[in-house]
């Protein structure tokens, strides 16, 4: 069965609409399927990604739970934008699960090597 390398881009903010929890939950689904799926975050995508989120607040489930369940579907491979999180004040070392980051300028490269790229 061919596997193509798929990049899920997560653009979307965590709380505004539904478009990030459903993008997360697209790459829960391809990975219980065995798909080769990375995530990248950027733009205000990076904010799905902070730490210690209060979504009860605004009667939202939480998008933290949601990314700390990757892991049991070995779905580990994560990026952030480095750009993105400097605009925001936020570190890499300090997010909610463990990502690697991207450069912008290495971000041509990065996604040539996906065959299959989804923004949401």
């Known amino acids: 069965m061919n596997n193509p390398p798929t990049l899920l881009v997560c653009r979307q903010s965590p709380y505004g609409s539904h478009l990030a929890r459903s993008g997360l939950e697209i790459a829960l689904a ?3 399927y065995d798909r080769d799926i990375s995530v990248l975050f950027m733009d205000e ?6 730490a210690d989120q209060a979504p009860q607040a605004i009667d939202h489930k ?7 369940s990757f892991e049991l579907y070995d779905l580990d491979t994560l ?5 993105s999180l400097e605009q925001r004040g936020l ?3 300090a997010l909610a ?4 980051t991207v450069a912008t300028g290495e971000l041509p490269g990065f ?4 065959e299959c790229i989804i923004s949401c």
């Open 45 to 50: 995508g990076v904010w799905q990604l902070k």
């Open 30 to 32: 391809a990975a219980v």
């Open 111 to 114: 996604f040539e090597r996906f």
């Open 62 to 68: 939480s998008i933290e739970k949601l990314l700390a």
């Open 97 to 100: 699960v463990p990502v690697s």
């Open 79 to 83: 990026y952030v934008e480095n750009h």
């Open 91 to 93: 570190r890499a070392d």
